[in-house]
């Protein structure tokens, strides 16, 4: 084993205000309402809401459950990465 550690890296938030734009994005592409949405990823309705509005975070498993049942990657909603996003919910311009 190595005396050598590596530093720890300096610790970062995901942006929320552009995680709810991101997140609100993909569920008016979906065509569901924010309770169906919110349903079928495992939240109850006024969570949701509170998650669009940017005051709270979904869970890793809610975010996961988007990747499952919708193909959004996990990098999207979290950073913005579209490199893997499904056709159906890139911008066309």
Partial sequence: MSDHTTPPRKLQQV????FRL???YIRERTGLSGKDFAESIGISKSNYSQVEKGNRMLTVDQIYNIFVIYGVPMEYLIAGQETNLPEKFRINL
């Fill in 15 to 18: 942006d929320r205000d552009a």
């Fill in 22 to 24: 991101r997140l609100n």
